[in-house]
């Protein structure tokens, strides 16, 4: 905060108001809402609700398809944010260290971002359909019988690269910027110290893009968590049942398809506490561990 | 002293054909015929159907009452866009000169109050909020469409770090002046801010037309839908079709993401700049 401030009765409160209120209304009501109704055991044809104690939470952590999205959604989580990390800084460092077409490689990296998750699934599930989808067709000469939306396997690795695909450019943005405000000061005192590029980068570049890449772990980790909604409601379509989905997903299906609003609930609430938690340990273990240069 | 300069480009290269291949792709197909799309799979060269399919896609009535065309949907993303980037400027420039400028009681509370929302993204409080929606009768309303969304710090955050940026000698100085809070916010602070403005402004914008899951619940009336909610309906009338809809959902996809590219592509420094300047 400011060490200058101003002294006023009223302002404050009254700039705050509209935001306040937004966020009290939108955010507050709805999130107790979900507490309370996690609760209950809601008729599905709006006849009332039973008080229902902490049943729907033992249902739902009991259940061996919960445990099976729940699963998926972490391996899912892990590996995309695992590749989008690794294909982003690799293209990050080229682009970097390049002189000759920097913007241009720059402008067409970054295109990509401004594609919806939905219309990236649009233009993915051409790519992986069964008629025309060169992708099916490329693998078939490898003996690799794809059949996205009906094998569980193939609907995954589907989703996983779409997922990964639309992820990548904000990456690219985050580690360039943070490359490129490494003073060049170090990078020269580097090359005197050490002659191996590779080695160089490792201890040198490396731990100095540590905040950045602790950044976005946990922007990749919430976006395959929440974001990748769109993806997979245009890839799965209507046909949950066999297919990959993510836990948010099913807190949708539950709530609006199956009408088991205490169930939906209570799988909102353990998601808030799954967030709570991520949020958790990103600020108390992982970085003490990370260089803030 | 770097050597490999060659290989460098190769990856970049590879990489740039990766990510851009799909796009184009998606705009040379869309100019085919669905029939030979069925036929032939999917197209590198342009097609002579360009203008017969884009024309439907935007001038066709299509739904159950016949009111919805691409061009309409198109007007719903843009006013979701725009109604969301204006009101995410307007609250949260409010809120965080509140929090950085001012000493009050509550502050803290506030403060927090207003970024544990951050936590929560709308996908997981997606139920309770559709029926606090219900209970407020606002589905069916750009109203309904656009608070909800707005009830995130996003761009409180991006403000207040941006504000604790600013020099304190301004204040200092405006106070000697004579200036009041209000007058130290629309002569000094909100010009020194244009280009904060501009970036989250473009960062919104997009973000707004590229909302999917609260639109496909708040909008059950189709004058509501907007393209992302097309893209579902296109996808729901495929099933059961003979010969897909390929090149009209090509068409939708491009028109979808015209738009945010374009401003993405046009305003990359300032983009950019928004974007990055916030991981602090």
Request: hydrophobic residues 55%; contains cysteine; proline residues 5%.
């Amino acid at each position: 905060m400011k060490r200058v401030q101003f002294d006023s009765r009223f302002l404050p409160y009254l700039l705050l108001l509209p935001q306040l209120s937004i966020v009290a209304i939108f955010f507050y009501w709805p999130a107790a809402q979900a507490i309370r109704s996690s609760f209950y055991i809601e008729d599905p044809f709006g006849f009332g609700a039973s008080f229902a104690g902490l049943s729907n939470y033992t249902d739902i952590l009991t259940s061996p398809e919960y445990q099976r999205v729940a699963l998926f959604t972490f391996g899912f989580a892990l590996v995309v944010t695992f590749l989008v990390l690794a294909i982003g800084l690799t293209l990050a460092v080229k682009a970097d260290a390049v002189i000759r077409g920097q913007s241009a490689y720059k402008t067409i990296l970054i295109v990509v971002y401004a594609i919806a998750p939905p219309v990236a699934g649009l233009i993915g599930s051409m790519f992986f359909d069964q008629h025309i989808g060169p992708f099916v067709k490329f693998v078939a000469l490898f003996g690799w019988d794809m059949k996205v939306g009906l094998n569980y396997y193939d609907t995954a690795f589907a989703l996983t690269v779409i997922a990964v695909w639309n992820q990548i450019p904000y990456n690219f943005i985050f580690f360039l910027s943070g490359l490129q405000g490494i003073p060049t000061s170090v990078r020269e005192a580097a090359v005197l110290d050490c002659r191996s590029g590779p080695r160089r980068f490792f201890t040198v570049i490396l731990p100095l893009l540590t905040p950045t890449a602790f950044f976005l772990l946990v922007i990749n980790m919430t976006y395959s968590l929440f974001d990748t909604f769109a993806l997979i409601d245009v890839i799965v379509k209507d046909k949950p049942a066999d297919n990959p989905i993510t836990l948010v997903y099913k807190v949708y299906a539950d709530g609006f398809r199956g009408n088991d609003i205490g169930s939906s609930s209570a799988q909102s609430v353990i998601l808030m506490v799954v967030v709570l938690v991520l949020t958790l340990i990103q600020f108390r273990f992982i970085e003490r561990r990370v260089h803030y240069g | 002293m770097y050597k490999t300069k060659f290989f460098d480009h190769v990856i970049l290269i590879v990489g740039c054909l990766l990510m851009l291949a799909p796009i184009i792709v998606a705009f040379t197909t869309s100019t085919h015929s669905a029939p030979e799309i069925h036929q032939k799979g999917l197209m590198l060269s342009l097609g002579d159907n360009f203008g017969e399919t884009y024309h439907k896609v935007l001038f066709a009535q299509t739904g159950f009452n016949g009111t919805v065309t691409g061009l309409s949907m198109m007007l719903n993303s843009l006013i979701l866009g725009l109604g969301f980037a204006c009101g995410k400027i307007v609250l949260s420039m409010l809120a965080a000169y509140a929090i950085v400028y001012f000493r009050f009681r509550f502050a803290t509370l506030a403060f927090w109050m207003i970024f544990t929302t951050l936590l929560l993204p709308l996908e997981v409080r997606i139920m309770p909020s559709y029926q606090v929606m219900s209970e407020l009768h606002l589905l069916n309303t750009y109203t309904g469409l656009i608070l909800p969304l707005l009830a995130s710090a996003t761009g409180t955050f991006f403000f207040r770090q941006f504000f604790k940026s600013v020099p304190e000698e301004l204040l200092e100085a405006a106070r000697i002046d004579g200036a009041g809070p209000v007058k130290f916010f629309i002569d000094i602070l909100l010009p020194l801010s244009r280009s904060m403005i501009a970036a989250v402004f473009i960062i919104m914008f997009v973000y707004g037309w590229n909302q999917y899951l609260w639109p496909i619940l708040m909008t059950t009336d189709e004058s509501f839908f907007t393209l992302m909610r097309g893209i579902k309906q296109i996808l729901q009338v495929w099933v059961g079709a003979q010969i897909p809809d390929y090149n009209e959902a090509f068409a939708m996809a491009v028109l979808a993401m015209l738009p945010p590219v374009l401003i993405v592509v046009v305003f990359q420094s300032w983009f950019i700049k928004g974007l990055t300047e916030t991981d602090k």
